[in-house]
């Protein structure tokens, strides 16, 4: 069953729902990028995973945390992550990468769930207008 197409858009509509445009600071130390399946990832950050695609290529749950909501998503190889980012990151938001993973939230809830799994912190695109 094929639906790498249609995952991104829901997270990204997800995402965007939950995502505000909150500020914070990096946590500071960074550990290294944790491996592991969607379940083993939510137990490192303390969040019992809501599993709402499941799926040969793509695994996506909404996850809550003290922090914020965020979704989770693994993925079956690093490439299917890497095309799945590249095309939720043109809807904006905020991301945290890991090896055959992604974390969708506010700003805030990534750079908190950083300083658990590590990994790289990208930001999608900027839809905010600017001027009038």
Do not use: N
Not at 46 to 71: H, L, M, N, S
Not at 102 to 114: I, P, T
């Amino acid at each position: 069953m094929r639906v790498t197409r249609l995952a991104p858009a829901a997270a990204v509509l997800l995402a965007l729902a939950l995502a505000g445009c909150g500020s914070g600071g990096d946590t500071g130390r960074v550990p290294p990028t944790a491996t592991g399946s969607l379940e083993e990832l939510a137990a490192e950050v303390r969040c019992e995973p809501d599993v709402q695609t499941d799926a040969d290529e793509i695994r996506q749950a909404i996850c809550r945390t003290p922090r914020g909501r965020f979704v989770l998503a693994t993925f079956a190889t690093d490439r299917g992550r890497r095309e799945w980012t590249d095309e939720a990151e043109d809807y904006g938001g905020h991301y945290l990468v890991g090896h055959k993973w992604v974390a969708v939230g506010d700003e805030e809830v990534v750079r908190a769930l950083r300083s658990t799994l590590g990994g790289e912190l990208e930001a999608g695109a900027d839809h905010h207008a600017h001027g009038g």
